[in-house]
């Protein structure tokens, strides 16, 4: 089983900047981030593999940059000229397996942290 451990959220306004980490317990093929806000649905927000291979939600290109460092097990999401409607709970995900996974749904993945919470102010 992984451990996967956020960090780096925290209370920003509107067109700053905040870099989240996730820390796994060992080697992952792939990983992703997922958003959730208060009685919402958890959505996916970018992915990256083993393969060199990322994806983005499309609320979130041009500002959000993903990378995994899988020598030492973190998983980055550097986030610029954010906006009120990026407030969530932000939450890690990962697979040890499926090298090729670039998946923004929440069922194709089995290891999740417990989240990061990311306020932006106007």
């Known amino acids: 089983q992984l451990q996967l451990v956020e960090s780096g959220g925290g209370s920003v306004q509107a067109g700053g900047s905040l870099t989240l980490s996730c820390s796994s317990s060992?080697?992952?093929?792939?990983m992703a981030w997922f958003r959730q806000l208060p009685g919402g649905a958890r959505e996916g927000v970018a992915s990256?593999?083993?393969?060199?291979?990322?994806r983005y939600a499309e609320s979130v290109k041009g500002r959000f940059t993903i990378s995994k460092d899988s020598a030492r097990n973190i998983l980055y999401l550097r986030m610029n000229d954010l906006k009120p409607e990026d407030t969530a709970m932000y939450y890690c995900?990962?697979?040890?397996?499926?090298?090729?996974?670039?998946?923004?749904?929440?069922?194709?993945?089995?290891?999740w942290g417990q989240g990061t919470q990311v306020t932006i102010s106007s």
């Open positions: 995900a990962a697979r040890a397996t499926n090298q090729g996974l670039l998946s923004l749904r929440k069922e194709d993945w089995s290891d």
């Open positions: 060992r080697y992952t093929a792939a």
């Open positions: 990256a593999n083993v393969l060199g291979s990322t």
